[in-house]
């Protein structure tokens, strides 16, 4: 009886064995038909890419920008997806692609791109061309045209290997990422109720340019205005108690302050894009600039500065906005000044537990893959982007998963390196896979 029941237990461990390398094998074979998938479907993914870089999409041209968006629906048409393209007319702009596909297994997934560029009609660069044979110069290609396509690439691997269906994964390609619509509550909107249903936000921008990093945290911004006032008198008067010390001292002292006080807190920027002043100011409509009439005999009577403020965490922004404030309380005598923080902004993506962690998972599908290495972004080097508006919502989040190896991105240099589309399928399909299936 004794021998029989070790014969049942050695039995049961052998089965068990097989069982496990019969799941890992399996495991093993579905990967390696996405990563085959991947290279099936790179040569088309590289013709999208091309065929959307020459549709200008700059931010202003709704109708490139619903033009991309329906070249990008049809793929993803074809996969199963449901998909729309929203109207952004109560927010002044072109609108956003939406697709999604409800699975029965796993987290579920939010994959973040925009359809618009900053190169408007009037850029001098409307199209693509080939530095050499991986390297394409063009508007949009990698911030981020070539991301969205990275998206589409990794849906038709997964879908080729049968694993598509079984996932929950919903798709938004903004229309406005480079200049948000107003008011941002409503231009964001479809972004946030998305990050509200999502486990895990997965972004599709280009992170620093380099295909072995991946952002984790991303500074926030938000914009803030400087109005400052003295009291006009002939020159010869300035810095007397009557007339004190005029506009432009006193927002020089501000400025000043506002270096001293804050310059080497790490992750902290605070620009002042321009400054206007003199005897009279008048802003431009647009706010991006203005006019001042004044002489070199006369003290200045208003200045105005326009900037902005980028943090790594609210608790850092909140800081900041209160130094600031009282700074600007601080005035040299007969001076009063105002200091302004636009509302809404983008919000910072926090470095958290659960995007170290997802950093993690993507590292370990590289080094699986053979690509090797994959490290976190300095936030320093990772501007603001649509991914930030999921934070307050998801459990992990990484950026950064586009088309990388290039440069020049907002300039007539613009470029990415093609041979980083399919590694970055591969490695953004099987981390999918692996996270449905917990693999992990």
Request: with cysteine; hydrophobic share 40%.
């Amino acid at each position: 009886m004794k021998n029989l029941i070790l014969n049942y237990k050695a039995l049961l461990i052998i089965a068990t064995f097989c069982f496990s390398i019969l799941s890992f094998s399996q495991n093993n074979r579905k990967e390696k038909n996405i990563v085959t998938a991947v290279d099936n479907y790179s040569e088309s993914a590289i013709e999208l890419i091309k065929k959307s870089v020459n549709i200008n999409s700059g931010t202003m041209n709704f109708e490139g920008v619903m033009e991309v968006g329906l070249l990008f629906k049809t793929e993803l048409d074809k996969l199963g997806f449901k998909t729309e393209l929203t109207n952004g007319e109560a927010y002044g702009r072109a609108g956003h692609l939406i697709a999604a596909k409800k699975g029965k297994k796993g987290p579920k997934f939010l994959m973040i791109g925009h359809l618009d560029t900053v190169f408007e009609l009037d850029s001098p660069l409307q199209e693509y061309t080939m530095h050499n044979d991986s390297i394409m110069k063009g508007p949009g290609v990698a911030d981020m045209k070539g991301g969205d396509v990275i998206i589409i690439l990794a849906m038709q691997a997964l879908k080729k290997a049968g694993v598509l269906d079984d996932m929950n994964i919903e798709i938004i390609m903004t229309g406005d990422e480079e200049k948000s619509g107003k008011p941002l509550e409503l231009s964001k909107k479809d972004l946030i109720d998305a990050a509200k249903r999502a486990d895990i936000a997965l972004g599709f921008e280009n992170g620093d340019n380099n295909p072995k990093t991946i952002v984790v945290a991303r500074r926030g911004s938000t914009d803030w205005k400087l109005t400052v006032a003295g009291k006009p008198a002939h020159s010869s008067q300035i810095f007397t108690d009557i007339i004190g010390t005029g506009a432009i001292y006193e927002t020089s002292r501000i400025l000043n302050e506002f270096y001293l006080k804050l310059a080497k807190e790490k992750d902290l920027t605070f620009n002042p894009g321009f400054i206007i002043g003199g005897t009279n100011v008048e802003q431009d409509d647009d706010g991006t600039g203005g006019h001042a009439f004044g002489k070199t005999n006369v003290v200045s009577q208003e200045t105005i500065v326009r900037g902005d403020l980028r943090a790594v965490s609210l608790e850092q922004l909140e800081k900041a906005k209160t130094t600031m404030q009282k700074i600007v309380s601080e005035n040299y005598p007969q001076t009063n000044a105002v200091l302004e923080f636009s509302p809404g902004g983008y919000p910072p993506l926090s470095l958290t537990e659960g995007n170290t962690k997802l950093l993690g998972y993507f590292n370990t599908v590289s080094e699986d893959l053979g690509f090797g290495t994959v490290t976190a972004v300095n936030p320093r080097n990772a501007g603001a982007a649509d991914i930030s508006f999921t934070s307050a919502y998801v459990d992990m989040a990484i950026d950064g998963l586009g088309l990388t190896g290039g440069g020049g991105d907002h300039t007539i240099k613009e470029s990415g390196n093609l041979n980083t589309v399919a590694t970055q399928a591969k490695i953004t399909a099987v981390l999918m896979y692996r996270l449905v299936n917990s693999k992990f």
